[in-house]
């Protein structure tokens, strides 16, 4: 069949397409590299006439042109699924608000949620011959997206890679309203980072060796999990297999070098599979009609019996500080939201659960305090007042920095303490043992 004439048909300007938005509508902006340019460029001409415009959307990687109207707040919020830097800088300004999940819930909460979704539009690339478009690296949870929507844009990019899958990595022109060619921008880039540090090695060295030959890997978003990846692709790992929430460029690395080919895999045997991607155009590049990689819905990527159900499964994520007690910050400064819970309790629960597998949190000792210009320990006696326990004490294995690792299964409060102590930094540790003792987690008898 010939799905030209049906293109024709639906084909809109990006100013038609925004015209469909009416004051107190909840609106989709799509997900990550993802996320509408044209539309959104047209929408923000308009929106000072609209009021109460409500947008979900989650991990910018630009700033919306929406953001640059005057008094934003007066007309629209926008409610992210996952902060990162573009969104919470703008927390301020009174119209960006964090929605606390699991990642892993997200296609179930546009499924179930009571409120309407009146509008959605995301890029995607362009159709094929069968009719469909593909979401490009952000299978994530579009789907379910595009069932709730009551109007669906997809806004085309031929620069979009197209991103292997199975159910829910593709969207027909049948359930598409409007189409809208845009000007083809380049897919947002994130930085793979600098050459990684001292401190980042130290922590490579010490997780690296707890790796064995056919683990199946996850990577979090951050300099430290890179660092990670970098190592294992100069390693002499073999036959990894990949399941993560999200594809960064270190897989590409571990890929070209000869690590990954998925045999030992207990399920997707063969495929590196994700539930979204971003990372430099060497990433788009190599995901862009590679069958050994499957985009697939994070409802199933990060589902915990889906990852326990992976052997030697190894998740490697990093955190914002970490408590005596074994809790787990990865996504605050006090009230301040730095991004999300996303998959990392998901992850930590399930490779715990996986025959041999293993949870890191990596983190350094310390950080460099910007207000007081003081070096403070990211263990801390207690997470700092309103700060987010991501993982629970009950749910963390092991932790790690550039000073040890230990895992804390198991382990009673005052051996938690210990071995947390341990793997401060050394000019931390007399203050952390006195605020241990205060608590009553410090035994007598522990070192000093």
């Known amino acids: 069949m010939d799905y030209s004439q049906k293109y024709k048909e639906k084909l809109v300007s990006a100013e038609k397409a925004a015209s469909v938005i009416k004051s107190g509508d909840w609106v989709d902006y799509g997900w990550c590299v993802g996320t509408n340019v044209a539309v959104d460029k047209a929408l923000a001409s308009r929106m000072p006439e609209l009021h109460d415009v409500k947008i979900r959307g ?11 109207i005057e008094n934003p707040a007066e007309h629209f919020t926008w409610n992210s699924w ?45 159709m094929d011959a069968h009719g469909y478009f593909n979401f490009g690296p952000c299978t994530s949870h579009m789907q379910a997206v595009v069932d709730k929507a009551d109007v669906v844009i997809v806004e085309v990019n031929k620069n979009m890679p197209v991103c292997l899958g199975g159910t829910g990595a593709y969207i027909h022109i049948d359930q598409v309203d409007m189409v809208v060619e845009g000007e083809n921008p380049a897919i947002d880039e994130i930085p793979a ?6 401190i980042d090695k130290a922590v490579a060295e010490l997780v690296v060796p707890e790796i064995p030959n056919g683990a199946c890997l ?30 960064v460029d270190a897989f590409v690395d571990m890929a ?7 045999r030992r895999k207990n ?95 990596c983190l350094s000792s310390t950080f460099m305090n910007k207000k007081t210009g003081k070096l403070e320990s990211r263990i801390r006696p ?49 203050e952390l043992i006195a605020e241990a003792e205060k608590m009553n987690i ?6 000093r």
């Open 58 to 68: 989650g991990i910018l990687c630009h700033e919306p042109e929406i953001f640059k």
């Open 267 to 361: 399920i997707d045997q063969g495929r590196q599979t994700y539930a979204f991607g971003a990372g430099t155009k060497k990433l788009y590049d190599y995901l862009d009609n590679n069958p050994e990689c499957m985009a697939a819905p994070v409802e199933y990527v990060n589902d915990v019996r889906t990852i326990a159900s992976l052997d030697n499964f190894i998740s490697i994520n990093n955190a914002v500080d970490i408590d005596l007690f074994g809790q787990v910050n990865a996504e605050s400064a006090g009230i301040n939201n730095i991004s999300g819970a996303g998959g990392q309790q998901d992850f930590v629960l399930g490779a715990y659960l996986s025959n041999g597998g293993k949870s890191f949190i």
């Open 442 to 447: 410090w035994r007598r008898s522990n070192k």
């Open 256 to 262: 070209n070098a000869g690590k990954i080919t998925g």
């Open 382 to 430: 207690t997470l700092q007042q309103g700060s987010i326990a991501t993982d629970t004490r009950t749910n963390t294995m092991y932790i790690v920095t550039e000073f040890g690792m230990v895992n804390l299964k198991g382990l009673t409060m005052w051996q938690r303490a210990e071995s947390l102590i341990n793997i401060a930094h050394p000019e931390c540790r007399d």
């Open 82 to 126: 996952h902060m990162n830097p573009v969104e919470r800088h703008n927390v301020n300004n009174g119209f960006v608000f964090m929605t606390p999940l699991r990642y892993s819930e997200l296609p179930r909460l546009y499924r179930d949620m009571k409120d309407p979704l009146n509008v959605a539009i995301c890029q995607v690339s362009p």
């Open 193 to 198: 980072g600098g050459p990684a540090s001292d």
């Open 218 to 247: 996850q990577l979090g978003i951050g300099g430290m999990p890179n660092a990670i990846g970098q190592m294992i692709a100069q390693s002499d790992l073999k036959d990894l297999g990949i399941h993560t929430e999200m594809y």
